[in-house]
């Protein structure tokens, strides 16, 4: 048994100092003290605030994207992830077109069992809609997935939008979540031939090419087609202020729709894509990073609880040798970021003078496990719920750098970002994997059945 003890604890009615029992996998006891008697190992959360683990819902380890492997894959991603606090991802298990879910589930299993440290689940992306994938939603569901992803843009990923609907109509009575990638892929495709006829080549023509209105487009549509068949979605990665007028105005009728944004869309904006040589291909990443009255409305909007959930959309790719493909021709940069290890502290750090720990736990724990059918044995710290645990120092500074990140990729986003506050302890399944930001090597990591 372990003793967290004399920490403040991050409960649903309020923070409370006490101390918390982890026996086995699991969260066995919490009082105002707890006697150390039958403890194996005491840890000392003073000064920290202790958290239920927290949850990265969006996240592409170790997968083909169309044009190249991600950097990261599930060892060091979920190791990475553990590092800076997260105890569970949600990873995007991807059906290429001819391949049948149950095949897409395998080898997203064989890519993850017994590599990971943090917990992982699957969402099951669908990009060969038909009759054959229709009859396999339901295994889905039997082999512990509630949430699936389709695309409107990606020519190699998107569905149109009677076979969306019929996706919606096909998970609703079973309770499904559709995570949807909302941007209007025709309209990229010809802003893209457009941008590079004008002679933009380089990074500064990917924003240009996917403008706010192909975002709040395909959330206006989507939030339709919810409408249509009832179901439930959520919106990820939501980037810009027109896109949450467009849900604001679907959940005024009623729509039930939650709604997801990340890190690099309230922390950065479409000035990085300006920096010298080929810098601003760090950025590229769909959708892109937008103007700072976006980043201005999506912060608010955070602040007055608009946003259910924040992820990171981890998808990494090196700067030399796979985004450098794309020199003289944006649109062949592999889309997309790094950010799983460092979401905690940016957001808690950025954040400080707006919103609290219980804030932070809701947008990175309690929701994400609400969304996604782990609650209430993730996202909570109660007894009986995993023990998945990270103690949180709000005192310590340190530097996002590069060179000493977990993450298996040549740059961060958020080189020199000055963060307040770090994870101290973190253990998944019971298991003490991360110390001050640096692993111990334990890989307790298992699949979560939801
Ligand atoms: O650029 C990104 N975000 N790549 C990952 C796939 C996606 O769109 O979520
Ligand atoms: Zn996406
Ligand atoms: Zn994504």
Not at 77 to 94: E, H
Not at 373 to 378: A, H, I, T
Request: charged share 25%; glycine share 10%; hydrophobic share 40%.
């Amino acid at each position: 048994m372990k003793l967290i003890k004399g920490g403040m604890l991050v409960l649903p009615d309020g923070l409370v100092r006490g101390d918390v029992v982890l026996d086995g996998a699991k969260v066995a006891r919490i009082a105002a003290s707890i006697e150390a008697t039958d403890a194996d190992e005491v840890v000392d959360a003073s000064g920290c605030w202790v958290f239920p683990g927290f949850i990265d819902a969006h996240t592409h380890m170790q997968c083909w994207t169309g044009m190249d492997w991600t950097a990261d894959s599930f060892e060091t991603g979920t190791r990475a992830a553990a590092c800076g606090g997260t105890t569970t991802i949600v990873d995007y298990a991807t059906q290429d077109k001819g391949m049948t879910l149950a095949e897409a589930l395998k080898e997203w299993h064989s890519r993850a069992d017994g590599t990971c440290t943090s917990n992982y689940a699957f969402h099951m992306a669908m990009a060969d809609w038909n009759e054959r994938t229709r009859a396999e939603v339901d295994d889905m569901f039997d082999a512990g997935i509630v949430s699936f992803k389709t695309y409107f843009a990606y020519d190699h990923l998107r569905l149109d939008d009677a076979q969306t609907l019929e996706v919606l109509e096909s998970i609703k009575d079973r309770g499904g979540i559709l995570c949807v990638h909302c941007e209007n892929g025709t309209l990229v495709n010809e802003l893209q031939c457009r941008t590079l006829a004008r002679g933009v080549t380089g990074p500064e023509g990917h924003p240009m090419s996917r403008p706010d209105v192909c975002e709040a487009e395909a959330i206006s549509r989507l939030c339709y087609l919810a409408e249509l068949s009832g179901a439930r979605i959520n919106i990820v990665h939501l980037s810009t202020a027109l896109g949450l007028e467009a849900i604001r105005d679907a959940k005024a009728r009623g729509v039930d729709v939650a709604v997801e944004s990340c890190p690099q869309y309230l922390l950065l904006d479409d000035t990085r894509y300006l920096e010298p040589g080929f810098e601003g291909a760090k950025y590229v990443m769909s959708p892109p990073l937008r103007k700072p009255h976006d980043v201005a409305v999506l912060r608010q909007a955070v602040c007055d609880g608009e946003i259910d959930t924040l992820a990171t959309d981890h998808c990494a790719f090196n700067l030399k040798g796979q985004k450098d493909r794309g020199v003289g021709d944006f649109t062949r940069i592999p889309n997309g970021g790094p950010g799983v290890e460092h979401r905690p502290a940016l957001i808690m750090t950025s954040f400080a003078d707006a919103l609290g720990p219980q804030d932070f736990c809701r947008l990175m724990s309690e929701n994400p496990a609400k969304v996604f059918g782990m609650y209430p044995r993730k996202g909570v710290l109660a007894e009986g719920a995993d023990a998945d645990v990270c103690v949180w120092d709000p005192n310590c500074r340190w530097t996002i750098q590069a060179a000493t990140q977990h993450q298996n990729v040549d740059y961060t986003p958020y080189e020199g970002f000055e963060a307040q506050g770090r994870a101290k302890y973190v253990f998944v399944n019971g298991v003490l994997v991360a110390r001050d930001g640096e692993p111990t090597g334990e890989k307790p990591g298992s699949y979560v059945s939801r």
